[in-house]
């Protein structure tokens, strides 16, 4: 499908293809036109399938055309869960209406100096993008009004949720007007997102594109065991080495856990900087930036902080400390592998975080392939058990099957052969090994070792 059959106004069409995009993808084919003709959305499709665009351009072209209510309040509202998701959004927001006359976009972030923003809104306004907390507190000051808006926006509902914005959605959105559009973005519509979504728009279309056969194809998924803290962070030390290491994410468990890696990294003579959410918005940015323009090789980030960076040059995402959260694995491998690129994911496990995998895998219903670098074998052994004769993932949702490590059986450190699988194992793309054309390969060149749970 070409661009100029979505029904988009010429001056977005012109926009869009002086981006170089030349075919819409697949959320948006469906989306655009339906968004177009005036339909409340609810729509899921994976990380960095273009959701963005999808929102952003039709809504846009209803911009082309007066407000026929008085006011100076935005006609576009986009709620964001992160302050770096809002500027992506806002930034969009100016690409594909940049052909249009005097758009005006402010972001209401939190960790912003308030006085900009205020400033920005005592003069009318196209396009808010916002946190919910933000913008909850310009409106109880009576900053903002809703008075002209025409579309709502909800951009990755779902970990909005999670962070706990439910009540300050509730309350922005009662103060807008009925006759509004919703477009409600989200990784599923399941559980209370779905009920959210429910209550939120009016004869909503459901628009759910289906995963291409592997979720992440592009990226390739692999697994370190370590035994101690100094084996971890020598591990990191081999992985950060790799030639094939373009740049990277190094995702922590805690803030003050990506202030002490980042530094412990620059000692070690690393490109390394720190970002998460204690730091000031002017901080985050120009490190941001750093990576962008390529200065800043190691972006050692939080996971609330790192959602949404989309930066070509990412090669790998490593996690130094692994997801607690299923879910936020997703998020974090897909800051790599963007816009149709390759990437390479590496999670460092230590022994008693087992189960963290064993959750990640049943969540993307792949298996991710253990490796060891040579010379850096980890000593410790899992407690053998008996064979295991299901998927690790199970097959229905509540799956809770006791810990089974075990399967061929880990034989001391040993390569075990490479067709010895476990039982009821059915393996996919991502563990095959790949040919050297396909996938370079690591400077330390890893030796694939069997699964041990
Ligand atoms: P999502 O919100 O679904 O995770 P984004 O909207 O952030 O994804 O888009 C991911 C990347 O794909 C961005 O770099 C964006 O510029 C790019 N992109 C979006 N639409 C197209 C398209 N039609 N053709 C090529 N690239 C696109
Ligand atoms: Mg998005």
Redesign the pocket.
Known sequence: MN?SELGLNPLILKA?ET???????A??EQAVPAALAGKDLLVS??????????FMMPSLCRLVEPSTVKGSGPRILVLTPTRELAM?VEK?AATYGREMRKLRTVSLVGGAPYGPQLKQLSQPVDVVVATPGRLMDHMERGKIDFDRLEVLIL??ADRMLDMGFVDDIKAIVAKTPATRQTLL?SATLDGVVGKLARELTRDALRIEVARKEDPEAQIEQKLHFFDDPSHKMRLLDALARDTNLNQAVVFTATKAGAEELSEELRDRGFLAEALHGDMPQHKRTRTLDRVRTGRTQFLIATDVAAR?I?V?GISHVINFDPPRQAEDYVHRI?RTG???RSGIAVTLVGFKERHLVRNIERYTGQSIAVEIIPGLEPTSKPRPEGPRTSKPWGDKPGYKGKSSFGGGGWKGGERAPSSAKPGGYKGNSENKPRPAAATAQPAHKPKRAERFW
């Open positions: 661009f869009v981006s170089g995009y030349t075919e819409p993808t959320v948006q499709a994976q990380t960095g399938s273009g959701k963005t665009a999808a992506q969009a951009d990755e973005f949404g989309d070509a897909g963007r816009a149709g």
